[in-house]
């Protein structure tokens, strides 16, 4: 049935409820999920120290001497707020001329003004600018809440319509009371409200534990429902293959110690009729993909289809070229599915069977798709898939299929195990012989990160910079703000990846020619960019970024025969301790091994993960919780509780989410 389209009840204008459904709005379930990111806690008053720099909080005192006067095109009011006979805090509000009608308004009277308060050594005094609320003294103390901006929908607007859809939905409980009373977690509806509503501390952290344990639940019963399901044997049993030998022998390398372990012991299970069930992991550049091509190989040579899904078109575009090159010599066919580059005769092909081996993205997926033996499914950068898009591909073939996930973010062995289950997990070291180890520094001096730019440029080498925002309000320089400084202060062509997937392959397409010397990103290039030439990565305030996927992006370089080198930009004052295991070791196990041991049980604040597969993210942030939710599961899925879960589950949108990676607290 479905959750309630957002335009029902609430008066909405396609206009509004256009520029929401393309932001993945789609329904008043999803509206009631769009929680605020920033929560400010301004219900105490604070007497003024210099404890107090930087913070955000409320400050009471009477209001005097309000001035108002224009320069630079804005219009600036500065005014006094008398805390006592012996201090007072100057407030500034820059650009907001219809305050100042306001403000006289609250003349000579006492008031609380709430936002960041700035304390001036040289000068001993306190200041706030653009306070975010400006209260009587006499009138209740409250949160302030910052839900994210959609151009073309004012913050009022947004708000009414949330507080509209939580009206209107019934929001049933998706936990078995069992659940609720032993996890001591609120109600589904209460934790939302709080959400929406934030009352104290404890109740928030509580409404956001809430909804990260009900994410890893489903999760859990996802794959419980999946170990249920899926068979032991598998009818596609593995011939001996001499077209993995061949391929071998032609390689312009050796294979590695584990490389050619793994490619053996996953074939030696296929040859026996069990069905293959593996996750291999492998650290940044161990080279996974030729393993995953040769047991595709040897699935085509046994007269079987095999197909490989990658989670961009950058990356199946190069395992496509990659394959081909190895397996139409030897006489095997590979079609590309990617969007508008599916065609008829591979469709045709793929379905009676001449063409065995297929590459990638999601539209492997596709309706049209029908495979007529597919032996062996295999999932690229697995992590970066969601729960359905795990399971999709497998279903396509016919009971028994092998399926093997592929990973380049390391995982400790016991937490992948506890994600996996019942999955066989291989892991990938070693690295081709010839590769240099990066080396890591941590930055605080843009000035230093420039001159050593311009050096690795004048000896004809290509830099990557990454920053973690695109655009938007923030602080922190954007991808656009960064690649326009570097083209003024180098003087030279930068090439800016942050939008559609076609432009984003065009632009590296001519990074990868060399006809951009840099190259300016969101965390878009974590996965399938591949140019031996880039030695440089600069990664821009780097602190706010996991450990795995700084060391994921740090595999960008170092992959030619060339010195590698990964600058981790930070600011002066940002604390560095976290990132120092980077700078210590290049091996991504003991990368993931660290990152753990730090979080601990997770943090309900933690860095924003990349990927779109949230669920094994949380898994991975919050492992007690998921070791926890995971015993719940069993039971469930066993007596049948689980059903409400998965159903109201299903009915939200997948982009619609708490992500805890995103949320502060002041």
Not at 69 to 83: A, E, N, W
Request: glycine share 8%.
């Amino acid at each position: 049935m479905g959750a309630k389209a957002i335009d029902e009840g609430f008066k909405m204008d396609k206009r509004m409820k256009g520029i929401l459904e393309k932001r993945g709005i789609m329904s008043d379930l999803d509206l009631c999920y769009l929680t605020p990111y920033k929560f400010y806690d301004f219900t105490k008053i604070t007497y003024p120290g210099i404890e107090h720099d930087g913070k955000y909080v409320s400050v009471a005192g009477t209001l005097k001497e309000i001035n108002k006067k224009s320069g630079s095109g804005r219009t600036i009011i500065v005014c006094k707020l008398y805390i006592n006979e012996h201090m007072k805090l100057t407030i500034t509000y820059l650009g907001q001329a219809y305050m100042y009608e306001i403000l006289k308004l609250y003349k000579d009277k006492d008031v609380v003004v709430s936002g960041k308060l700035q304390y001036s050594c040289q000068w001993d005094s306190f200041s706030m600018l653009n306070p975010m609320q400006l209260r009587m003294a006499d009138a209740p103390l409250r949160w302030v809440k910052i839900y994210p901006k959609y151009t073309g929908i004012s913050a009022e607007r947004l708000e009414d319509a949330i507080h509209s859809a939580m009206r209107k939905e019934q929001l049933p409980e998706t936990f078995p009371s069992a659940v609720l009373q032993k996890t001591k977690l609120p109600s589904r509806k209460d934790s939302l409200y709080s959400l929406h509503h934030p009352q104290n501390m404890k109740v928030l952290r509580k409404a956001v534990q809430r909804q990260v344990f009900e994410d890893l639940l489903y999760f859990a019963c996802v794959l419980e429902h999946g170990k249920k399901e899926r068979s032991t044997t598998s009818p596609f049993i593995m011939k001996k293959s001499d077209a993995v030998k061949k391929a071998i022998s032609t390689l312009p390398f050796k294979l590695t110690e584990d490389q050619a372990k793994v490619v053996n012991a996953v074939l030696e299970s296929m040859v026996t009729g069990k069905r293959v069930n593996a996750l291999i992991q492998g650290d940044v550049g161990c080279g996974k993909t030729i393993v995953a091509f040769l047991i595709m190989l040897a699935m085509a040579d046994s007269g079987y289809q095999a197909a490989l899904m990658a989670p961009t078109l950058v990356l199946a575009q190069q395992h496509f070229k990659e394959l081909r090159e190895m397996a139409e010599p030897l006489g095997f066919k590979v079609a590309f599915l990617g969007g508008k580059k599916t065609n008829s005769k591979d469709l045709e092909g793929i379905k009676n069977g001449s063409i065995k081996l297929v590459i990638g993205t999601h539209a492997v997926l596709g309706s049209r798709v029908v495979f007529k033996n597919l032996g062996a499914a295999l999932i690229d950068e697995e992590h970066r898939f969601g729960v359905e898009q795990r399971t999709a591909l497998a279903q396509k073939a016919k009971e028994g299929v092998h399926t093997i996930s592929f990973s380049a973010t390391p995982i400790p062995r016991t937490m992948a195990t506890s994600i996996y289950g019942d999955t066989d997990i291989y892991e990938i070291k070693t690295v081709p012989s010839g590769r240099k180890p990066v080396k890591t520094c941590i930055c605080k001096s843009e000035k230093a990160t420039m001159n050593f730019i311009k050096q690795r440029l004048i000896a004809g080498e290509q830099i990557y910079v990454v920053c973690p925002l695109i655009d938007g309000e923030s602080e922190k320089k954007t991808v656009k703000e960064v690649a326009t400084l570097y083209t003024e202060q180098l003087g030279i062509n930068v090439g800016v990846v942050t939008g559609k997937e076609k432009d984003n392959q065009s632009t590296i397409a001519q990074f990868k020619e060399g006809k951009l010397q840099i190259l300016v990103a969101t965390t878009v290039i974590e996965v399938g960019v591949n140019v031996p030439n880039a030695t440089v990565i600069v990664i821009n305030d780097a602190w706010m970024f996991g450990l795995s996927q700084l060391h994921q992006l740090r595999g960008r370089v170092g992959r030619g025969n060339k010195q590698g080198y990964c600058i981790l930009q930070t600011d002066e004052e940002a604390d560095t301790s976290r990132l120092q295991i980077l700078t210590e070791t290049t091996d991504g196990f003991k990368v993931a091994e660290a990152d753990l041991m730090q979080r601990g049980a997770g943090n309900l604040i933690g860095t924003e993960q990349s990927g779109t597969n949230r669920f094994m993210y949380e898994a991975m942030e919050y492992p007690g919780m998921f070791a926890k939710a995971k015993e719940f599961a069993e039971i469930m899925v066993r007596n049948g509780s689980d059903k409400v879960l998965i159903e109201e589950m299903e009915k939200r949108s997948e982009k619609i989410y708490v992500n805890t990676g995103k949320l502060k607290f002041f």
